[in-house]
């Protein structure tokens, strides 16, 4: 049965000689292995372009309800063209390293409506604005909100820290990162250099670890780092 839906891709694999298999989080579906043939051809039926990390797609496909299955695409359009995020490699980086993220948190064959719109505005916002420098740090702690694992309160992800042990000393000789984060979350400027974003983003993702037993490493945080 076609079903008609929004999708973000996250990555694909090469599949054979001409396919490839992408991911895709869908708004209907939740997050869904596509296999689309063709693409890697002289004259592709979908531009391989539509594939790239955070690309936002209308989606025209056939569902059925399986774990295990391949899903198949009928019709595949853009609905937001990037202008920046293929093209200023500090974007392009930072959408890989989400990407990836999204990849180990999202998860299941239900769709998340709420999840999606907010993930939308996101990539249309890291695209638009010309400043970026704390776009990640932000971003985790918004998706850590809608996941439903925080709860707006800073010391509480720096308690939860100490308590699995990803902190040696107690919640109180970080009151300096703390604040940072607070004023990020109330959406105020703040003034971080590149070590102390590069300390609190590991604070997060370790946060990110307590809540997902397979989280493992990000590889592409290694690339976004040496910029």
């Known amino acids: 049965m076609l079903h008609k839906t929004e999708g973000i891709c996250l990555y694909y694999i090469k599949h054979k000689d001409h396919s490839i298999i992408a991911r895709i989080f869908t708004k209907n579906f939740g997050l869904q292995s596509y296999l689309i043939n063709s693409v890697r051809t002289t004259k592709p039926k979908f531009n391989v372009a539509f594939f790239q990390p955070l690309s936002l797609l209308e989606m025209v496909v056939y569902h059925k309800e399986s774990r295990d ?47 999606f719109q907010f993930l939308k505005q996101k990539i249309i916002h890291l695209d638009q604005d010309p400043d970026c420098s704390n776009f990640l740090l932000t971003f985790l702690l ?50 971080i250099s590149a070590s102390q974003r590069s300390e609190l983003i590991d604070h997060l993702l370790n946060y990110y670890r307590i809540h997902f037993e397979h989280f493992g490493k990000l590889k ?5 780092r040496h910029l």
Request: hydrophobic share 45%; aromatic share 14%; proline share 3%.
């Open 220 to 224: 592409s945080l290694e690339v976004f």
């Open 69 to 115: 299955i391949l899903q198949r695409v009928r019709e595949i359009r853009l609905i937001y063209n990037f202008q920046e995020i293929p093209f200023v490699f500090a974007k392009s980086a930072l959408a890989t390293v989400v990407s990836e993220l999204l990849g180990k948190v999202l998860y299941g064959e239900v769709g998340n409506e709420e999840i």
């Open 142 to 191: 918004e998706l850590l909100q809608y996941l439903g694992f925080w709860n707006g309160n800073v010391e509480e992800i720096f308690q939860s820290l100490y308590e699995s042990r990803y902190l040696k000393v107690t919640p109180k000789y970080f009151e300096q990162e703390i604040n940072a984060l607070k004023i990020l979350w109330n959406q105020k400027p703040v003034s």
